[in-house]
Structures are given as C-alpha cells and as structure tokens.
C-alpha cells in the first residue's frame, strides 16, 4: 500500500511558476513509476507527465509546451513537477499516482494509487 500527499498548489498569476511535490510512502518507492495529471472542472483527468523508478520519462504529447518537468528523488520518496510560464488554461486539481511497475504510462487506469489532489489557480 502507498499513499500519497501533494503539495504546493495554489493562486499564481500567468507566466508565474509553481513546483509541486508528491511525497510517497513505503519503502519501494523507487520501484513505482509515478505520474502528473490534472483536472479541470468539467473535463477529464488529463495526462501531465510520467517518471519511471530508474529515470525514464514521458511527457504529454504537446509536453505543456515544454513548460513543465518531472523528476524525483528516491531518497526523499518525492515526485516533484516543475511548471513555468503558467496560464490560466493551466488551472485545475493536479494528482499524482504511481504504478507499482517500471512501466511508463499515460493511461489514469493503469495507476494503483492517487492522492487527494492539490489545486493550481492561474489568473490572467
């Protein structure tokens, strides 16, 4: 069993930054894959970013136009996903999730666990 705990939402203005963290716990956390989604309200949870135990990375197809990046450190149990030049299209609930695999995935079904979600408001 894994939980999870996002941080470091909240209210941003357009082109500003914010790094969210996901702090996991347990003793395997560098055996998870974990990832970045986010949901807007009256949308579907959408895919951000996908970061593998030993590194490997997959981002959303248009990548956020390059703004975003996600890394982690096993040490600290942590995913973090840095977003720069924010916009207001950017607002929703981020999540994260991990997959008890190496397997990257894109898909909000292949995630065994989620946390309960940290908002980003972006005004314009």
């Known amino acids: 069993q894994v939980q999870l705990v996002e941080s470091g939402g909240g209210l941003v203005q357009a082109g500003g930054s914010l790094r969210l963290s996901c702090a996991a716990s347990g003793r395997t956390f560098s055996s998870y894959t974990m990832g970045w989604f986010r949901q807007a309200p009256g949308k579907e949870r959408e895919f951000v970013a996908s970061i593998s135990g030993n590194g490997g990375i997959l981002y959303d197809a248009d990548s956020m136009e390059g703004r975003f990046t996600i890394s982690r450190d096993n040490a600290k149990n942590t995913v973090y996903l840095q977003m720069n030049s924010l916009k207001p299209e950017d607002t929703a609930v981020y999540y994260c999730?991990?997959?008890?695999?190496?397997?990257?995935?894109?898909?909000?079904?292949?995630?065994?666990?989620w946390g309960q979600g940290t908002q980003v408001t972006v005004s314009s």
């Open positions: 999730g991990a997959i008890s695999a190496f397997s990257l995935s894109r898909r909000a079904n292949r995630y065994d666990y």
